[in-house]
């Protein structure tokens, strides 16, 4: 199994700054790793594919980075609307999650 | 739009048997993948299983394995997860998900399931 490894678990960030979450892999994932947003009782929805390729409706403040091990999610300027728990994935192989950086 | 619809919450007893249910519509349901996520209280996101309603070809979680059943009918675009004893460990969220045709990733949520096993 692949182990998916998220920092910081928490991170805060004051409205109009930048956010930045990191996902490392135990394995090369190529770029093989989705993001996923999940709102305080809200299913999770899908941001960013394929590592970079943001899905659709996504704003552009979200951007994705990284190949091989090591990832990285960037909210250029938190809006209060991003306060949310965020999870990537792997999908190279049977997928596995993070265990989620919440960001307030 | 495309849209999973998933089953109301319940509430059992150690032991009982559950089918929850997932009705996509919106897309071609029998050509996607379907997958369930577990998500017990404040924890991360698990795949238990997927299923390939087309031909009903079903793929599990090692860890899940022998312990739920996966299925789908494809004339109605509904799939499964289906428990035959249930524990007090298998209270959760349950999510019900579809696989892009794109890679192993999940484009489509439903608004998941929450099941209470509690004596």
């Known amino acids: 199994e692949i182990v998916m490894t998220q920092s910081p678990a928490t991170l805060s960030v004051s409205p109009g700054e930048r956010a930045t979450l990191s996902c490392r892999a135990s394995?090369?994932?190529?770029?093989?790793l989705a993001w996923y947003q999940q709102k305080l009782g809200q299913a999770p929805r899908l941001l960013i594919r394929?590592?970079?390729a943001r899905a659709t409706g996504i704003p552009a403040r979200f951007s994705g980075s990284g190949s091989g091990t090591e990832f990285t999610l960037t909210i250029s300027s938190l809006q209060s609307e991003d306060v949310a728990v965020y999870y990537c994935q792997q999908y190279i192989d049977w997928p596995t999650f993070g265990q989620g950086t919440k960001v307030e | 739009e495309v849209q999973l619809v998933q089953s109301g919450g319940e509430i059992k007893k150690p032991g009982e048997s559950l089918t929850i249910s997932c009705e996509g519509s919106?897309?071609?349901?029998?050509?996607?993948?379907i997958a369930w996520v577990r998500q017990m209280t404040g924890k991360g996101l698990e795949l238990m299983g997927i299923i390939y309603p087309g031909d009903s070809d079903t793929r599990y979680n090692p860890s899940f394995q022998g312990q739920v059943t996966i299925s789908a009918d494809k004339s109605i675009s509904t799939a499964y997860l289906q428990w035959k004893s249930l524990k007090a460990s298998d209270s959760a969220i349950y999510y019900c998900?579809?696989?892009?045709?794109?890679?192993?990733?999940?484009?489509?949520w439903g608004k998941g399931t929450t099941v209470t096993i509690s004596s």
């Open positions: 394929h590592a970079s």
């Open positions: 919106g897309y071609r349901f029998a050509n996607y993948w």
């Open positions: 998900v579809r696989r892009s045709e794109w890679g192993y990733y999940m484009d489509v």
């Open positions: 394995q090369n994932l190529n770029t093989q």
